[in-house]
Nanobody, 124 residues
Framework: QVQLVESGGGLVQAGGSLRLSCAAS????????MAWFRQAPGKEREFVVA????????YYADSVKGRCTISRDNAKNTVYLQMSSLNVSGRAVYYC?????????????????WGQGTQVTVPS
């Protein structure tokens, strides 16, 4: 099993920046890629970005290109999501996910493990 714990969410003013973290533990050797998704109230879970386990490849949703950067610290088994120029469209619960056997998918159904989510609030 793999456990994922997100942190770093909170209240940020429009135009501001925020960095989310996702720490993986357990059988991390089985992970091939990790990703961030987000879900706003009343909406479906939306893919944000994915990174393979080595950190050599990334895949961004078009909606966040230029405003989000994913990175990872292999020594800490932690993935980061740096977000900038946040606006109300970024208001959501952000989830970290991990997948075995495949990589860089935007389909949430392929992911095997999920964190509990961290709330990002951007006042209108």
């Amino acid at each position: 099993q793999v456990q994922l714990v997100e942190s770093g969410g909170g209240l940020v003013q429009a135009g501001g920046s925020l960095r989310l973290s996702c720490a993986a533990s357990g059988r991390t050797g089985s992970i091939s890629a990790m990703a961030w998704f987000r879900q706003a109230p009343g909406k479906e879970r939306e893919f944000v970005v994915a990174i393979n386990w080595s950190g050599s490849n990334t895949y961004y949703a078009d909606s966040v290109k230029g405003r989000c950067t994913i990175s990872r610290d292999n020594a800490k088994n932690t993935v980061y999501l740096q977000m900038s120029s946040l606006n109300v469209s970024g208001r959501a619960v952000y989830y970290c996910a991990a997948v075995r056997h495949i990589t860089l998918s935007r389909n949430p159904r392929f992911y095997d493990y999920w964190g509990q989510g961290t709330q990002v609030t951007v006042p209108s």
